[in-house]
Structures are given as structure tokens and as C-alpha cells.
């Protein structure tokens, strides 16, 4: 393919890639496949020949889109939102286009100072407190990770790292290993599983902290099982708080947790995957106070601030703890700018050497929608959330398992948890919108996620008359089943 062709087949693709969107909502939301259902359907092997774009693009519609769950479509309420938008699906082409490896600042200098500068754009729209960015001689700023679990990881290994170094220079006689055996990080019960996962590749022990009756993490929980380790000859290091946990949205208590973790020297880093987008809304802000107490904190402008996969956003106090433990110089990645100081190299921020463009996709949404217009995606999902809210209230068969702060709401049948998974299961098998289930304590529940950018209140309407219905022809059959009575 030549750039002649580029350009015609580029138009053809920016069309389908339109239609898709405009018209996703006339595809059905979850496919009709079966596991293995594409491997019948291409060759053994790749073709030995070249094809032509024609046959490459009528099997989009004949292999991929059959596969496809369409995260986009306003009938997806699963998970969390897949952010997307027009301005960043462009700002990612051009990413591809340019198809620079930003690891350090001379692999591509635009690469590296964009990402610093959007970044602090970022963080002054959350309102973050000043150590957090890098402006023209901060001590901290920001960095594009993959992902939320990416800069769990990251920054638990800079607490390890870190930590492990202040007891040897406090217990010379200890060697690395006696202290990675005592160390032990913090989650609450409601944390998202990648927080476990960190600790597993970190190699260190982690332990739940029990939440309240909002799900929530609150000091005195977290004091608890520190004063049992500690008094047991544990290291405590690192706790991660969670703000918009996965089940249900809940919030731990920044303001109680990080006085504890400053006066015990613990790193706090702050998970805030769906939730941050929220707290460029001033009526949301204050749900991050206590940010001040934290070493790093992260959200995903891929969830909820129309920035596509993959664009999570991560700050810390002080870079140096990153690069600290990170940093490794091989002569064939230096470069005569790189103590400048007034650089950053991000391949010392993160687990991967190479990086892609991510900034421009961010840049482009920040600037064509700007801050109001970002506010009112999240205000929109946010009033939608309430709508479908106070449907599941008006009908008494129903119980709200949670308290609705953002745009997720957690619902189910008053009844055993064997009703609600029925429930979910009539939901999904009919295929016209699709769900996921959660854990509340002992119970099943149903979660409600307003997902799709083009979400409008009919389509709420439409996703609570037909839970309604299947919850009517469930029961009725419920009733009559001897197992039931």
C-alpha cells in the first residue's frame, strides 16, 4: 500500500468507523458466538501472498463484528465506561502516524513535553495540590501509565524500594531479603483485584482492611491490623486507597487515612480509576480531599473523560522516588540533555521501556471540548445514574444496595441471591442490554454502569422497563419451583 492508497483507503475507514459509531445502537449489544467461533472461520495459517484491502475489509463485518461486545453502544451498562471520542480517535492516528518509541526526551522531545504540560493541565483541573506537579522546577508530576493497575504496580515497587532502603540505613545488620519478608502493603476489601495482583509480582504480603457499612475504609480500621503487624514484627509500607471502588462506587476516607500513614512513614497511593474524571466538577471535588496526605494518586481519562484505551493518568510528590527505583542508564539510551533538570526521561516512571504518543489523544479531547464540556459528559451520567435510581425505587420488589454518588447504581430483587442471578442471567441471555454482578457483603448484586457517550435518558427508560418485565416473568416462575416455596 502506497500513500496514494493510504489516503482513499484511510477516508474508507474514518467512514465505516463513523457509521459504526452513529449506528451502533442498532447492533445487538453482546454476540451470538460460541468460544472458538473464529478459528473455523480463517485459515490454518497467514496467506503466503499478499490480499487486498477489499478482502481484509469485508471480513471485518463477516469475522470481527460477529465476536464483538460493543462497549460503545448506550446499551452497555457493564463495567465501567470505555471512554471515546472523535477528537481522540484522531489524536491516536496521529499518534500511529508518527509512530515515535518516546522513552526518554531525545527519542522525541515533543512526545515527553507534551505529556509533562497535559498533564499538569490535568492535575489543575482536579484541583491537585501543587507538589503533584511539575511545572517549571516542581519536584513531582504526572505520567500517561497503561493502566490503573500499571501505576498501582509502579508506585508499590517505588514503596518497596524505598522503604527497603531507609530500614537498612536505620538496621545495617538486615539484609534485603529479612526486610522484603516483613514488608506488607494495605488494601481495603472492596479494592479492585489488580491491587493484589501488584503485591503478588511485588513479592510482598498484602492484607485486606475491612470496610464499614458503606463500603468504606476508615482510620480506625486501618490502625488496627497496623498495630497487630507491627507488633508482630511486620513492616508495613504501603496502603492503597481507593476512591470509586469496582462493586460499588464507595469512597475510603482519605482525611482519616493519610495522617496514619504520614506518621508511620507508609507510602499512600490513591486509586481513582473511574472515579478522578468526577473531580473536575467542583460539586465532586471534595470527595478527593486528603489527596494532600497521599505519595501518588491515578485516574483513567479512559473511562470517563472521552480519551480512548490506553490513557491512565498518575502523579507523584516526588518523581525521584519513581526514578529512584527504576533507573537504569545503558550508554545506548543516554542523551547529553538528560540532567538538565529541566527533563524528565519517562522510561525511569514506568515497568516498559517504550511508550507510545499518548498525550496528543489527551491534548486533542482537553482542547476540543474543553473544561465545560468535559463537566457536563460526567453531569449528564451522573443524572442519568439518579433517573435509573428512582425507577428501581418506585418499584418495591427492588432494593438501591449503595449509596449513588457518581454514575453507577447497584440494585437487585428482594430475594435470595439464586433469584438475582437468575435475574441477571434472563437480563443478558436476551442480549438487548448487558450487565455484570457484584459482591456486597453476602449478597448478589446487580451494577448499573452509565457507560456510552451517547447515552440519553430513552435508553434508560427502555434498560429499566425490560429488567422490569424479565423481573415479572421471573418471579412468576419462581413462585411455582417446590425448591422455592
Known amino acids: ?157 517505588a514503596a518497596r524500594t524505598k522503604t527497603i532502603r531507609r530500614v537498612q540505613s536505620e538496621k545495617p545488620e538486615l539484609t534485603e531479603a529479612d526486610i522484603m519478608g516483613r514488608l506488607v502493603a494495605y488494601a481495603s476489601d472492596q479494592a479492585h483485584s489488580s491491587v493484589e495482583r501488584a503485591a503478588l509480582i511485588g513479592g510482598v504480603k498484602i492484607k485486606n482492611v475491612s470496610s464499614d457499612d458503606t463500603f468504606s475504609v476508615c482510620g480506625s480500621a486501618l490502625k488496627k491490623v497496623l498495630d497487630e503487624d507491627k507488633a508482630s514484627g511486620l513492616i508495613p509500607f504501603f496502603v492503597c486507597a481507593t476512591l470509586g471502588t469496582t462493586p460499588c462506587c464507595s469512597f475510603d476516607k482519605l482525611l482519616e487515612l493519610g495522617p496514619i500513614c504520614n506518621k508511620e512513614n507508609i507510602w499512600m497511593h490513591i486509586d481513582a480509576a473511574y472515579a478522578g474524571s468526577a473531580f473536575i466538577c467542583p460539586e465532586f471535588r471534595h470527595l478527593l480531599n486528603g489527596v494532600e496526605f497521599a505519595d501518588s494518586f491515578n485516574f483513567n481519562p479512559h473511562k470517563w473523560l472521552l480519551v480512548n484505551f490506553d490513557c491512565s493518568a498518575m502523579w507523584v510528590k516526588r518523581r525521584s522516588d519513581l526514578t529512584g527505583a527504576f533507573k537504569l542508564d545503558p550508554l545506548y539510551l543516554q542523551h547529553h540533555h538528560q540532567e538538565s533538570g529541566l527533563i524528565t526521561d519517562y522510561r525511569h516512571w514506568q515497568i516498559p521501556l517504550g511508550r507510545r504518543f499518548r498525550s496528543l489523544k489527551l491534548w486533542f479531547v482537553l482542547r476540543m471540548y474543553g473544561v465545560t464540556g468535559l463537566q457536563e459528559h460526567i453531569r449528564k451520567h451522573v443524572r442519568l445514574s439518579h433517573q435509573f435510581e428512582h425507577l428501581v425505587l418506585q418499584d418495591e420488589r427492588f432494593e438501591i444496595c449503595a449509596e449513588v ?28 442490554i448487558h450487565l455484570v454482578p457484584c459482591h456486597l457483603r453476602e449478597k448478589f448484586v446487580l451494577r448499573f454502569a452509565v457507560c456510552s457517550r451517547t447515552v440519553e435518558s430513552t435508553h434508560i427508560k427502555f434498560a429499566w422497563q425490560h429488567i422490569s418485565q424479565l423481573a415479572t416473568d421471573l418471579l412468576k416462575t419462581w413462585e411455582q419451583k417446590p425448591h422455592q416455596q
Open 405 to 432: 454518588v457518581l454514575g453507577l447504581v447497584c440494585f437487585r430483587l428482594k430475594g435470595s441471591n439464586e433469584l438475582n442471578k437468575a435475574l441477571l442471567k434472563s437480563i443478558n441471555d436476551a442480549k438487548k
Open 1 to 157: 500500500m502506497d500513500a496514494a492508497e493510504f489516503r482513499k483507503r484511510g477516508k474508507e475507514m474514518v467512514d465505516y468507523v463513523a457509521d459504526y459509531l452513529e449506528k451502533i445502537d442498532k447492533r445487538q449489544v453482546f454476540p451470538d458466538v460460541e468460544p472458538g467461533y473464529l478459528r473455523p472461520l480463517i485459515p490454518d495459517c497467514a496467506p503466503q501472498d499478499p490480499e487486498s484491502f477489499e478482502d481484509v475489509f469485508k471480513d471485518i463485518e463477516k469475522i470481527i463484528m460477529p465476536g464483538v461486545t460493543h462497549w460503545h453502544s448506550p446499551y452497555f451498562f457493564g463495567y465501567f465506561p470505555a471512554a471515546s471520542s472523535f477528537p481522540a480517535l484522531l489524536g491516536d492516528m496521529l499518534c500511529g502516524g508518527i509512530g515515535c518509541v518516546g522513552f526518554s526526551w531525545a527519542a522525541s522531545p515533543a512526545c515527553t513535553e507534551l505529556e509533562t504540560v497535559v498533564l499538569d493541565w490535568l492535575g489543575k483541573m482536579i484541583n491537585l495540590p501543587q507538589e503533584f506537579l511539575a511545572g517549571k522546577d516542581g519536584q513531582g508530576g504526572g505520567v500517561i501509565q497503561g493502566s490503573a493497575s500499571e501505576a498501582t504496580l509502579v508506585s508499590l515497587l
